[in-house]
């Protein structure tokens, strides 16, 4: 039997990887979220995991929990933790507020047991507020993962004890960039303004062939949701990728997907994450203009580099060759598996 985790998480495609991962290195692994049952997620933005065992234990409590109105992530059972047993690790993502009412029980639930490892994963969406609650639980046992340096500048900052980062698979297939248009992927780019930087996307695309990808984007000409097979497409067929971050993450999984398709990708760049998130420069966080190979923060000069990208085509392939290399640095599965099998044990 391997070590058993049970996730508490609130990101339905990092919540596939960390099952999908987790559950290659050996680790037997539950969710309270979308992949309670691995073979039939209740999301479909990812796919199924079959290979992956459902535990009925978890299952059934997550159900008989929220058949009492009960959020199960903040009302673990006793017989969640008698299946996680006294080895067993549990992984939160940013809410932490679901820890308040149980941390007792969460660190030690029967009297005698050793207190269990509890960690926190950090995915970009934590400001000093998140700081601030973190800090009773931080001085208290509760350990962090960050997926970012740039988690480091957050005023409050409790501090961390590894940095993983996202990961993503390396794409077999050749880009091919046939496309020659511009996209995005996000979730409602132009709705979520200024979080999601629509008027840098808009003003560096304007003139330029482009299409958004994801939930929302109809009401731009989007695409809207699509499935994951159609987003490797259009990754592997258009001719670039601009990324304009979504506030307050330094990166996004979306840039990480794009890269590893060796989309030449374009990222804004950081003085246009300046929103104030309580009293903090959110241009401290973002860090996708370090892993991207282009940037700028000048959406004029956004636009000549996408111009550039769709009418020649060896400045094209030189770029994606370069972006799937970057891709390999930084967000290589084998790496993070390797980061995430020496920190649980």
């Known amino acids: 039997m391997g070590k058993r985790v049970l996730l508490c998480l609130s990101h339905a495609i990092e919540e596939y990887q960390q099952v999908d991962l987790l559950s290659s290195l050996g680790y037997e692994v539950a969710s309270l979220g979308a992949y309670i049952d691995p073979a039939n997620p209740h999301v479909d933005i990812r796919p199924p995991l079959p290979d992956v065992p459902k535990y009925d234990v978890i299952h059934d409590e997550s159900e008989r929990l929220k058949a009492e109105g009960l959020e199960p ?3 673990i059972s006793d017989k969640m933790f008698e299946w996680l047993g006294d080895d067993g690790i549990l992984i939160f993502h940013h ?22 490892r509890v960690i926190w994963r950090s995915v970009g969406q934590s400001v000093a507020n998140n700081e601030r609650e973190a800090s009773p639980f931080r001085m208290t046992g509760l350990e962090r993962v960050i997926y970012s340096p740039k988690e480091r500048n957050i005023p409050d900052y409790t501090g961390d004890d590894a940095l993983i980062r996202f990961w993503g698979d390396e794409v077999d297939e050749a880009w091919t960039g046939a496309r020659t248009k511009v996209i995005t992927v996000a979730q409602n780019l132009r709705q979520r303004e200024p979080f999601t930087n629509w008027s840098f996307w808009d003003s560096a695309t304007r003139d330029l062939p482009r299409t958004v990808i994801g939930p929302g984007s109809e009401v731009i000409g989007g ?9 490797r497409a259009h990754l592997l067929q258009s001719r670039a990728f601009l990324f304009t971050g979504t506030q307050p993450a330094s990166y996004t999984l979306g840039l990480v997907e794009a890269m590893h398709a060796g989309i030449p990708t374009v990222s804004i ?20 203009h370090d892993l991207a190979p282009l940037w700028s923060n000048d959406p004029n000069a956004v636009r000549h580099i996408l ?14 060759a370069v972006t799937r290399r970057l891709a390999r640095m930084y967000f290589d599965r084998e790496t993070v598996g390797r980061q995430w099998a020496e920190f649980l044990g």
């Not at 111009?307 to 392939?317: G, N």
């Open 269 to 288: 760049g950081p003085v246009w994450m300046a929103i104030d998130f309580g009293g903090h420069d959110g241009t401290k966080l973002f860090e996708a």
């Open 307 to 320: 111009r550039e990208l769709l009418h020649d085509w060896d400045y094209a392939a030189e770029i994606s």
């Open 223 to 231: 695409t809207g949701m699509v499935t994951p097979a159609e987003l």
């Open 95 to 116: 809410l932490l507020g679901r820890l308040y009412s149980q941390w007792d029980r969460v660190r030690d639930w029967r009297a005698g047991n050793p207190e269990r």
């Open 73 to 75: 992530q903040e009302h």
